[in-house]
């Protein structure tokens, strides 16, 4: 009980069965997060990147199907690596940061396998003359099905806290709903493919209901908690919390009516206006969550996610800067926003910020969550620097040279080569995990002849 205004308030009690022994100190199958994260990466780091490489140089396909290319490493990004990888920590800090226990292994490996599998199978579709609409659409529903099953385990999952107190569940929420919007969005795109390729317009405005909205709302769910403890920045009172959903999520829809795609008129004015509300949000997070007070705190020994975490945030600063100067030029009437400029804009939020902030809270997840430390921890924060180097030569370019020439080309595509290099070494660092996780537990046994 806690006293509060006078009178006692119930404070809630989480009832969970605690296994006897060592049993209680470890979720089941330890190495799984580690083996889901290393799969998807390479997933990314093979077949995502290479399409995208081949996308940049503009050779290595037949002029028609540089669409498909482009869409299918897209796809494979977002919902075979990014989809993958975040789903897995998502399982791990929503119910440690509410205190429930782990969510069952059929359920992850389920939802896991349809959001990877869809990708895979929609990515292939996109090549196949015969039966390759059928592999799109088979794929947008398995990514649907994923999709949907993640939003009742979301949903399940108490919250420990009201959330008149604490928003956190909230963005969780509201960000697997936004993954269900995406899905959709890939779904409805697929209906009539023209040389493997879906309307731009629409596959754009799947890309960022996914990122925007999927990856912003869960960024910041755990960044709200994980980042006063690992961080050690202060608490985030919940009227900010407030503002910061109202700016990303109402920004979002925002510009989403303003778009073309999907039978929409297109009011440009109204989508740079949700640009705008969108960045400010991104802006407001920054400052509510203090993350200046990290970068001050380098000056006091650091751990490593102390100082990794701002240096990838500064991308996201980067993003919301561009993407309002995009939105100020066509409300003012300016030059307008190419293709490939909100494509650079794009992979500024995808490779600059999301990439290694993945690889930042790596460090975290891999450490805190499997034995207590991170094998070849070096080696992570060495693909944390590789993607850190790579991610200007892949946004700067486009938006300098009109023309996308020859040597823009080039630099896109060694970014790329960089940044597959980045993922494969990351992979290898959480499989090595992985397979210590799952030494450490057989040793355990082999010591108390308990069945963990
Ligand atoms: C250095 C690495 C990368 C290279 C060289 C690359 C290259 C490209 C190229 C050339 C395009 C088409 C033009 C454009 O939209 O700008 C594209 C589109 C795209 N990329 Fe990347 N990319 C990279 C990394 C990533 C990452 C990390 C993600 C997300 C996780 C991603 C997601 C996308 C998406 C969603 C599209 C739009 C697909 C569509 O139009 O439907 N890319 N990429």
Do not use: C, K
């Not at 399409?51 to 140089?57: D, E, H, P």
């Not at 039978?263 to 407001?284: E, K, N, S, T, V």
């Not at 102390?306 to 003012?332: D, E, G, K, R």
């Not at 600059?352 to 499997?370: K, Y």
């Amino acid at each position: 009980m806690m006293m509060s205004g006078g009178g006692p308030t119930p404070l809630p009690v989480v009832a969970v069965r605690t296994p006897a022994g060592e049993e209680r100190l470890m979720p089941p199958r330890l190495w799984f997060p580690a083996a889901a994260m290393a799969a998807s990466l390479v997933l990314a780091a093979t077949a995502g990147l290479t399409l995208g490489v081949i996308a940049a140089l503009e050779a290595g396909v037949p002029r028609d199907q540089w669409s498909a290319t482009v869409q299918a490493h897209g796809e494979l990004q977002l919902w075979g690596w990014f989809a993958v990888f975040i789903v897995v920590l998502l399982f791990e800090f929503i119910v440690r940061l509410n205190g429930r226990p782990p969510v069952p292994l059929t359920s992850r490996v389920l939802v896991l396998s349809l959001l990877g599998g869809g990708a895979i199978a929609s990515a292939t579709g996109r090549f196949i003359d015969v039966a390759g609409q059928v592999m799109v659409v088979a794929g947008a529903a398995s990514m649907v099905a994923g999709a949907l099953l993640l939003v009742a385990i979301v949903l399940r999952i108490r919250p420990a806290r009201p959330l008149r107190v604490d928003l956190h569940p909230l963005f969780f929420r509201t960000g697997a709903v936004w993954l269900v919007a995406a899905a959709l969005a890939e779904l409805v795109a697929s209906r009539n493919l023209s040389s493997g390729a879906t309307s731009f317009d629409e596959s754009h405005l799947m890309a960022e209901f996914f990122l925007r909205g999927f990856v912003i709302n869960v960024t910041i769910a755990v960044a709200l908690r994980a980042f006063v403890g690992h961080l050690g920045l202060p608490p985030v009172p919940v009227e900010r919390q407030r503002v910061l959903w109202g700016l990303v999520n109402v920004g979002l829809v925002v510009s989403a009516v303003g778009s073309t795609g999907f039978g929409l008129p297109g009011f440009p004015a109204l989508a740079a206006a949700g640009d705008l509300l969108f960045a400010a949000g991104l802006f407001w997070a920054t400052w509510a969550l203090d993350i200046a007070r990290a970068v001050r705190s380098w000056r006091r020994r650091p751990h490593r996610a102390q100082v990794l975490v701002p240096v990838a945030w500064f991308a996201l600063v980067v993003y919301a800067v561009t993407l309002s100067v995009q939105a100020v030029l066509v409300l003012t009437g300016g030059v307008p926003v190419t293709l490939h400029e909100t494509g650079a804009t794009r992979h500024m939020l995808a490779l600059g910020f999301v990439a290694p902030l993945l690889i930042a809270m790596s460090h975290v997840v891999l450490q805190r969550f499997l034995i207590g430390r991170v094998v070849g921890e070096n080696w992570l924060t060495g693909a944390f620097v590789l993607l850190i180097i790579a991610w200007p030569f892949r946004v700067f370019p486009p938006l300098v040279d009109d023309s996308i020439g020859e040597v823009t080309r080039g630099l896109m595509g060694a970014a790329g080569i960089l940044t597959a290099v980045a993922l494969l070494v990351a992979a290898a660092v959480a499989a090595l995990n992985a397979v210590a996780a799952r030494r450490y537990v057989r040793s355990l046994r082999r010591l108390h002849g308990s069945a963990i």
